[in-house]
């Protein structure tokens, strides 16, 4: 399977919501995730501190334990209480959601509340994962987060000429 290749997910994109409530997962985020489900299935769930969502591919269930593992021992090097059976539910509370071969997926109704989305969506690649960000949510980030704002803005501003020129 999969698993064994670690999937990396980085750049930016950005999508409108369609008009039957679709997104669409960018090309270069669509073509890992795919490789990394051996299908087109993307695993969303909430982020744990941010105003936003996660996004991966399957393979990455094989990496939550190891995960799980290392954030305990790093709690307990600095005498910090962790709480596995919540972290193991945050980590694996993702959904799994179908996209067609454009990369067009229904965000669940109570993921787009959770995560604040509505009628935009940021993606951010952060490596074993993407964040997709509501673009307020991400204007209002504090310091260290000036390139993904710069992107989205531009992203953003890039949709809505296309837009209106349809």
């Known amino acids: 399977m999969a698993a064994a290749q670690p999937f990396g ?7 409108l919501r369609g008009e039957k409530g679709r997104f669409v997962l960018p090309p270069s985020f669509r073509k890992a ?15 744990e501190r941010w105003n936003c969502l996660t996004g991966f591919g399957l393979s990455r269930r094989a990496e939550l334990e190891a995960q799980i593992d290392r954030e305990e021992e790093r709690a307990i ?12 539910s945050q ?6 959601v179908p996209f067609d071969e454009s ?22 690649g952060a490596g074993s994962f993407f964040t997709l960000w509501n673009p307020h949510e991400l204007y209002a980030m504090g310091e260290g987060w000036e390139g993904a704002q710069a992107a989205c803005k531009m992203l953003e ?3 809505a000429a296309k837009g209106k020129k349809a």
């Open 9 to 15: 997910y980085s750049g930016q994109g950005f999508s």
């Open 33 to 47: 995730v795919k490789e990394s489900s051996e299908g087109r299935v993307l695993c969303l769930a909430k982020h």
């Open 77 to 88: 090097r600095l005498n910090r209480d962790f709480d596995r059976d919540l972290r193991a």
């Open 91 to 96: 980590l694996y509370g993702f959904i799994e």
């Open 103 to 124: 990369g067009r997926f229904i965000m669940p109704d109570f993921l787009a509340e959770l995560g604040r989305l509505d009628s935009g969506v940021y993606f951010q």
């Open 157 to 159: 501003a890039d949709t």
